[in-house]
């Protein structure tokens, strides 16, 4: 393992909610064509079939992914993450083999043994933070919305396509269902 390696600490309480946030090989902007962001959402959304979790917001941005999630009893970080990454894995290098093979050399993660590896996520499991009240939960949403803006991407959150923003402030439905009831309510001060 070498020192560029993030580890995901990672606590699997039931019903504890997490903000995840994962990287592309390399931190490439791998999300800025046609299809990838498309290919994550449906992930995203067959996922949830596989391994239940609430999903209270999403951002994808050029580079990364954050998630804010809450597993349902039984299922761990690990397993969500499985889920989603390993089948856009390999769409992307299924449609890269097909379509534009030239790009594979960009994705070609080559080990000291020699090996050849293509990959679209960066290794190790990336960030993981637990949200221990409802309150850090609405702050953490409101943190990943408004990621594209600070990136300077778009002016206004729900102007960026790949992101629960939209279902947030404008109320309209994204491709991928928020679970509202059962988002913890935020503390009254």
């Known amino acids: ?6 580890h995901r600490k990672s606590w699997d309480n039931d019903w504890d909610v997490h903000c995840l946030t994962f990287s592309t090989f390399q931190r490439r902007p791998l999300f800025t064509g046609r299809h990838a962001a498309g290919w994550f959402l449906d992930t995203l959304a067959a996922a949830r079939t596989r391994c239940p979790f609430r999903l209270f917001a999403y951002v994808i941005m050029p580079e ?4 804010v999630l809450q597993p349902l009893s039984g299922v761990t970080i690990r397993t969500i993450l499985w889920r ?7 769409t992307v290098l299924a449609w890269v083999r097909a379509n534009s093979p030239a790009f594979l050399n960009r994705l070609a993660d080559v080990r000291p043994s020699g090996k050849t590896l293509y990959r679209f996520w960066q290794r190790g499991g990336g960030y993981d933070r637990n949200l221990r009240s409802a309150s850090d939960v609405h702050e953490k949403i409101r943190y990943i919305h408004d990621n594209p803006v ?15 923003a939209g ?15 059962f988002l913890p309510e935020p503390e009254v001060r």
């Open 1 to 6: 393992m070498g020192p560029h390696r993030v």
């Open 64 to 67: 990364h992914v954050h998630l």
């Open 84 to 90: 989603l990454k390993r089948p856009l894995t390999r």
């Open 150 to 164: 600070r990136r300077g991407l778009v002016a206004r959150a729900e102007d960026w396509p790949h992101s629960s």
């Open 167 to 181: 279902d947030w402030i404008l109320q309209r439905p994204g491709r991928v269902p928020i679970d509202w009831d």
